[in-house]
Structure formats: structure tokens, C-alpha cells
């Protein structure tokens, strides 16, 4: 079982650094996963509530706690630094969510073809793949689209602190996304 766990995170790590060599990737145990409701009050706050069919409101009422923690053992976290300079905070932002969302996909991609149909992922930052924004009927990519990891509740600080990754506040010089894919 152990053999073949890490069997796994070596396929993952190593796609990814053939494909995303920019990206870094940290394996865990999904129970370094801590959540709080005041996260989901801090969606609320957020000037794009009620905006994305992949944030809060819109996703579906379920408990993430256990979906992450129970149904699934393993977890790769995927994450970029990307400088932030005066003019380019915005496109950072699209750029460093985008390249984890789309590297997340293709690790999905790789787990459905070594008998992992169950996988899943969760993006950092709200989904942006649409160019000119969120459709406004319904999504307009359901197969590719996420669900960005804040929005189930999950507290990243608190839980990625637990594998020595330090996440700082407020963001100065670099912009640090992060994205998971369970399994
Ligand atoms: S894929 Fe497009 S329509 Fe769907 S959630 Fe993302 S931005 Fe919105």
C-alpha cells in the first residue's frame, strides 16, 4: 500500500515537473486539512460573492470536511511564487491560478489513466478560465472547471503550516497560489 502511494506521488511529481517545471509540489496526509465556518464568512466578503458557478454560493452544499479528509487519503499541493510588480497585480492573479488550474487537470488526467477515477482537485483563487468572465446562465467548461480550495471552508494557512509551508500576509513583492489534488 505504502509502495504504491509513493508510486503515485512520484508519477505526479515528476509529470509535473516535465510539463509545469515553474510549479512545486508538496505531498501530504489529508488530515493536515483544517476547516473553520469563518472562512466561508470571508467568501462572503469577498467582492466576487455570488459571482463564479465554482464559488460560494453556487457550489454544492456538502460537507468538504469530510469529503476531503475522509474520502480521501492523499493529497499533492501544487503551488507557483510569481512577482508582483506596481502594473501587473491583475494579470498575475489570472496567470497564477490559471497555470495551477490547468496543471491540476492535467495531474487529474494522469491519476484517471493509472486507475484513479475518484480524484479530484481544488484551484487557488476563484475559477478563470473564461477570458471575459464568468457566464452568466451557467458554466460554460462543468468538466473542467474547480472549485477553489477557500471555498469549502479550508483554512490554507493553518494547514499547510503543518507541512512547512508558510503562507504570509500581506503580499508584497510575490504572489505565492496554491491547488491541491486529492486522491
Ligand atoms: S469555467 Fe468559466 S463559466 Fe465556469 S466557473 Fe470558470 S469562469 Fe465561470
Known amino acids: 500500500m505504502q509502495k504504491e502511494q509513493d508510486k503515485t506521488v512520484s508519477l505526479l511529481k515528476d509529470e509535473l515537473k516535465k510539463s509545469y517545471p515553474d510549479l512545486e509540489a508538496v505531498y501530504a496526509k489529508t488530515d493536515i486539512f483544517v476547516f473553520e465556518e469563518k472562512v466561508k464568512l470571508l467568501c462572503f466578503h469577498c467582492a466576487h460573492y455570488n459571482?463564479?458557478?465554482t464559488c460560494p454560493p453556487r457550489i454544492p452544499?456538502?460537507?468538504y470536511e469530510k469529503i476531503i479528509k475522509e474520502d480521501y487519503?492523499?493529497?499533492?499541493i501544487v503551488f507557483t511564487k510569481m512577482k508582483v510588480e506596481d502594473d501587473n497585480f491583475e494579470?498575475?492573479?489570472r496567470q497564477s491560478t490559471n497555470m495551477i488550474h490547468k496543471a491540476l487537470l492535467h495531474l487529474e488526467k494522469v491519476l484517471y489513466d493509472n486507475d484513479l477515477p475518484t480524484r479530484v482537485?481544488?484551484?487557488g483563487g476563484s475559477c478563470k478560465l473564461?477570458?471575459?468572465?464568468c457566464a452568466t446562465d451557467k458554466c460554460r467548461n462543468p468538466y473542467q472547471a474547480r472549485i477553489p480550495l477557500e471555498a469549502t471552508g479550508c483554512n490554507l494557512i493553518e494547514s499547510f503550516k503543518k507541512v512547512g509551508i508558510k503562507i504570509?500576509?500581506?503580499?508584497?513583492?510575490y504572489l505565492y497560489r496554491y491547488g491541491v489534488i486529492l486522491w
Open 130 to 133: 473564461c477570458k471575459n468572465g
Open 73 to 76: 487519503s492523499n493529497a499533492l
Open 91 to 93: 494579470d498575475v492573479r
Open 168 to 173: 504570509e500576509f500581506p503580499i508584497k513583492e
Open 51 to 53: 459571482e463564479k458557478w
Open 121 to 123: 482537485s481544488f484551484i
Open 61 to 63: 452544499n456538502l460537507n
